[in-house]
């Protein structure tokens, strides 16, 4: 919906721009569009009359108003534009927009929002590797959970994902590791407690 959007904008920024500067509204490829903070300034916004205005020497609000007027909507996907402080233009989407979106979602099911985006790339991800030396804490839990989901993620939009655990079972300290093992080993077989050489646990 984002993208339909842009595109209902950037041609309506064009068709503004091109009493002004021909050569710029030509030049003009893409227009910011982002989600609002809240409901009442809409569903999306965008700053695109005051960037171009600055550009153009001409009032934000005169360009913002320019660009509202030259949308053409035929598939009725906004409700209203309004233009608010310096030059902003607040897009508020129909609702019937968002029921199609969800007749969709509940009609493809896991399917929805899957697409072939990342088609033929290759990506590795490593996550978790947590110190075999060291206790498990709670972080290392939020980041298999984070890792994963980030795979999932790549995967559902047809990346190639490898996922890569790291096992750090190499060096001094797995050395001091196996040297520690060894020690309480031959002492819970004489039937010792475990000395100060130890760490705690041992």
């Known amino acids: 919906m984002r993208e339909r959007v842009e595109a209902l904008l950037l041609e309506a920024a064009r068709k503004a721009l ?14 910011s569009v982002v989600p609002t903070k809240t409901p ?3 569903d999306f916004a965008t ?10 020497g001409i009032s934000p609000r005169d360009l913002a108003e320019r ?3 030259s949308v053409e909507d035929p598939e009725r996907l906004i409700e209203r534009l309004e233009i608010a402080g310096p030059g902003f233009i607040n897009v508020f989407m129909a609702r019937s927009q968002w029921h199609d979106i969800l007749r969709r979602a509940l009609q493809e099911d896991m399917q929805y929002g899957l697409s072939d985006a990342g088609a033929g790339r290759n990506v590795q991800i490593e996550f978790v590797s ?10 290392h839990g939020r980041n298999a959970v984070l890792g994963d989901a980030i795979a ?10 490898t996922r890569e655990y790291y096992f750090n079972d190499a060096g001094n ?9 060894q020690t309480r080993y031959q002492q819970v077989l004489a039937g010792a407690p475990p000395d100060e050489r130890l760490p705690e646990g041992f």
């Not at 947590?130 to 972080?139: E, L, M, Q, S, V």
């Open 40 to 42: 009442e300034h809409g």
């Open 47 to 56: 700053p695109v009359a005051l960037g171009e205005a600055k550009r153009l």
């Open 173 to 181: 300290q797995m050395r001091v590791l196996g040297e520690s093992l």
């Open 18 to 31: 091109t009493e002004h500067d021909a050569e710029r509204a030509r030049a003009l490829d893409r227009v």
């Open 130 to 139: 947590a110190n075999p030396t060291g206790p498990i804490t709670i972080g």
């Open 152 to 161: 999932r993620l790549l995967e559902a939009t047809g990346h190639k994902v």
């Open 67 to 69: 660009i509202v007027a």
